[in-house]
């Protein structure tokens, strides 16, 4: 399958760290000829990004909090002023603070819904704006947490069970303006946001994983561009995952064992 975005204007959100999805994304768009551009908090990191993707073409870049309003609306209007449409956006931003929430504050709770949640509303009304008329897609960062809850980050999985829902809600309210919404569900892909985790359990986190390997950010950045793409314009409302089969089974681990006996 052939994928081309030739002509395509591109948005994705949390994209300035070069180890992360958003990155990956925005790299993957950039090979197949849109033009894309970025956002995220820190100007320092979206230049850097902007340098490392100088190979590949020329990102436009945002310093933009998506859990504001305000952001959001001028992410839009800049965008819109310098990009003159925008096709397709990815609301991929997001916080994984590991918290019990008996030690929670109100504040970090908020944090985690406006981050997660409340950015994927406010760029999802910004962008209706923009592709009413000729249509879009739209794809946002759902997690495995969406499925499953997870004791040590439960604000987090209630966010992203959140993102699930609200995902299928725009499908359908979107429906009607030729706009998809889909979203897409990492397993365990080795970025920032894993790090720690992935140097306290390794070992364990491969062991529920079904081809016992954690993944890359390029292999979510596959799974978005198919999404994006003409070849998937019978799917809204659902989902992706990107897990290596995860907890597809109670006991992932056991045919490996049974190999090797
Ligand atoms: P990451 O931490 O590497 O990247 C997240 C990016 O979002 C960062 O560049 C950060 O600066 C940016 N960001 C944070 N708050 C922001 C704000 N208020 N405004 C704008 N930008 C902001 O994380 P990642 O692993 O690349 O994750 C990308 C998405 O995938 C996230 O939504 C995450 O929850 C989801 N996800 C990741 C995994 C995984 O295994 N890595 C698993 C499930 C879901």
């Not at 760029?123 to 209706?128: D, N, P, Y």
């Not at 959140?162 to 030729?178: G, I």
């Amino acid at each position: 399958m052939e994928l081309s975005y030739k002509g395509k204007v591109v948005g994705v959100t949390g994209a300035a760290g070069t180890a992360g999805i958003g990155f990956a994304i925005a790299r993957k768009f950039l090979e197949n000829g849109a033009r894309v551009f970025i956002c995220d908090l820190n100007e320092k990191a979206l230049a850097e990004a902007k340098a490392a993707l100088k190979d590949v073409g020329d990102v436009g870049t945002y310093r933009t909090d998506v859990s504001s309003e305000k952001d959001v609306k001028e992410l839009f209007a800049s965008a819109l002023r310098d990009y003159g449409k925008i096709d397709i956006f990815v609301s991929n931003a997001g916080i994984y603070p590991q918290l019990m929430l008996k030690d929670m504050t109100e504040a970090q709770w908020d944090m985690v819904m406006n981050v997660n949640l409340k950015s994927v509303f406010l760029c999802a009304r910004e962008a209706f704006a923009c592709m009413k008329e000729k249509g879009g897609v739209l794809i946002n960062a759902a997690s495995y947490a969406s499925l499953m809850a997870s004791a040590g980050s439960g604000a987090y999985a209630a966010s992203k069970a959140a993102v699930y829902s609200l995902t299928k809600t725009l499908a359908a309210e979107f429906a009607p303006y030729n706009i998809r919404v889909n979203g897409f569900i990492p397993g365990v892909i080795a970025t920032g946001m894993t790090q720690g985790v992935i140097s306290e359990k390794g070992e364990e986190l491969e062991s529920a994983i079904a081809l016992h390997k954690l993944g890359k950010p390029d292999d979510v950045a596959n799974a978005v561009a198919f999404l994006a793409s003409d070849a998937a314009s019978y799917l809204t409302g659902t989902f992706i995952e990107v897990s290596g089969g995860k907890l597809c089974v109670q006991n992932p681990d056991m045919p490996w064992k049974k190999k090797e006996e």
